[in-house]
T-cell receptor
Framework: DTEVTQTPKHLVMGMTNKKSLKCEQHMGHRAMYWYKQKAKKPPELMFVYSYEKLSINESVPSRFSPECPNSSLLNLHLHALQPEDSALYLC???????????????FGDGTRLSIL | DAKTTQPPSMDCAEGRAANLPCNHSTISGNEYVYWYRQIHSQGPQYIIHGLKNNETNEMASLIITEDRKSSTLILPHATLRDTAVYYCIVRVENTGTASKLTFGTGTRLQVTL
């Protein structure tokens, strides 16, 4: 079982729909991440939040809108997605490593998204 | 972050040690070597990391060469549940900011009976 919980596990949506992916952790981590993983490819970073503020956006299209309402939750709002956006969306969290030590990221099992 | 090179696939018999190599010849002095694995239909799982000394935990051992240009992840007694894609990642030391992981293509380890 993973300590990072993602819901839903599967999502099918049309190109005109609006939906949200949710991620929750209760490990006290103050850094949270969204990754996208296409089939048979490695995960690719999309966004990083540090202390509930967006710190990295890897030039992600605006149809993906992240939100971090508090230190335990991370959302990814989806609107007007394209078929090529079908992928596994992974959430991760970590301590921020304020004392200079590297901190591993803990991943959820992802939401498998299919765009019709 | 430095780039890593791993063999695309490896096989290992159950019960034997699995030795997964990784080349990171352009690694900088402040970059750590991380290993993650991804079992089918799951998210990546952290295994181990190190800077220059060899490291061991309950899952695996990490051997880093003296010049730090390569490393080997060792699973001492592989089981069928260790079948996964193993990613070697080099990452700059975190000094108070959230930093990213850049995944390479990894090694697909198949453990067989």
């Amino acid at each position: 079982d993973t300590e990072v919980t993602q819901t839903p596990k599967h999502l099918v949506m049309g190109m005109t729909n609006k939906k949200s992916l949710k991620c929750e952790q209760h490990m006290g981590h103050r850094a949270m991440y969204w990754y996208k993983q296409k089939a048979k490819k490695p995960p690719e970073l999309m966004f990083v939040y540090s202390y509930e503020k967006l710190s990295i956006n890897e030039s992600v299209p605006s149809r993906f809108s992240p939100e971090c309402p508090n230190s335990s939750l991370l959302n990814l709002h989806l609107h007007a997605l394209q078929p090529e956006d079908s992928a596994l969306y992974l959430c991760a969290s970590s301590h921020r490593g304020d004392r200079g030590s590297n901190q591993p990221q803990h991943f959820g099992d992802g939401t498998r998204l299919s765009i019709l | 972050d430095a780039k890593t090179t791993q063999p695309p696939s490896m096989d290992c018999a159950e019960g034997r040690a699995a030795n997964l190599p990784c080349n990171h010849s352009t690694i900088s002095g402040n970059e750590y070597v991380y290993w993650y694995r991804q079992i089918h239909s799951q998210g990546p799982q952290y295994i181990i990391h190190g800077l220059k000394n060899n490291e061991t935990n309950e899952m695996a051992s990490l051997i880093i060469t003296e010049d730090r240009k390569s490393s080997t992840l060792i699973l001492p007694h592989a089981t069928l549940r260790d079948t996964a894609v193993y990613y070697c990642i080099v990452r700059v030391e975190n000094t108070g900011t959230a930093s990213k992981l850049t995944f390479g293509t990894g090694t697909r380890l198949q453990v067989t009976l």
